[in-house]
T-cell receptor
């Protein structure tokens, strides 16, 4: 499968724990985007990364959330000290260039906070 | 006003019916427009781009009215497999042309 790979598909955490979501872009894609879909809501842009750089994090909550896309390995979305309101589907997308459409989406990670 | 607003739905139609979805957007500088579909608990997938001249792909027709900031999707001869949530997506102009802005989606159920 040469598509965008996200793992885990489902993640359960207790309040206060940390959640790490991983995304491997499509082969040849160096631009990664994270979106969050809260229950009964549309997808919301969170952050745009290129290798080793955060380009736009305007959609990221100011606290507890961070993202990285290291030179080697997948992009990571990290949520510290999770709260119930973090329960959502987190989708990663990738593209070859920033203005390339469509962005190709992964299957998402469903995060549930107990 | 929300950036992208869609018909709240849900739409329940019989097979073979024609159904239309509407969407409005607030940013007049928006450059690109798309319809995506999202099956239950799955990732969004591009259905079609939307152009000012209107475009058709089989049973699907998309229209864009820039003056009214309005986008539509028409599905003819609905199939059971068309059951999904349809997402209106707008891309802003300027330097943020990577930032997809999604509507909340309209749920369509096609019944046998």
């Amino acid at each position: 499968n040469a598509g965008v790979m996200q793992n885990p598909r489902h993640l359960v955490r207790r309040r206060g724990q940390e959640a790490r979501l991983r995304c491997s872009p499509m082969k040849g894609h160096s631009h990664v985007y994270w979106y969050r879909q809260l229950p009964e809501e549309g997808l919301k842009f969170m952050v745009y990364l290129q290798k080793e750089n955060i380009i736009d994090e305007s959609g990221m909550p100011k606290e507890r959330f961070s993202a990285e896309f290291p030179k080697e390995g997948p992009s990571i979305l990290r949520i510290q000290q999770v709260v119930r309101g973090d329960s959502a589907a987190y989708f990663c997308a990738s593209s070859r260039k920033p203005d390339n459409q469509p962005q190709h989406f992964g299957d998402g990670t469903r995060l549930s906070i107990l | 006003r929300k950036e992208v607003e869609q018909d709240p739905g849900p739409f329940n139609v019989p097979e073979g019916a024609t159904v239309a979805f509407n969407c409005t957007y607030s940013n007049s500088a928006s450059q690109s427009f798309f319809w995506y579909r999202q099956d239950c608990r799955k990732e969004p997938k591009l259905l079609m781009s939307v152009y000012s001249s209107g475009n058709e792909d089989g049973r699907f027709t998309a229209q864009l009215n820039r003056a009214s900031q309005y986008i539509s999707l028409l599905i003819r001869d609905s199939k059971l497999s068309d059951s999904a949530t349809y997402l209106c997506v707008v891309v802003p102009g300027g330097g943020s042309n990577y930032k997809l802005t999604f509507g909340k989606g309209t749920l369509l159920t096609v019944n046998p």
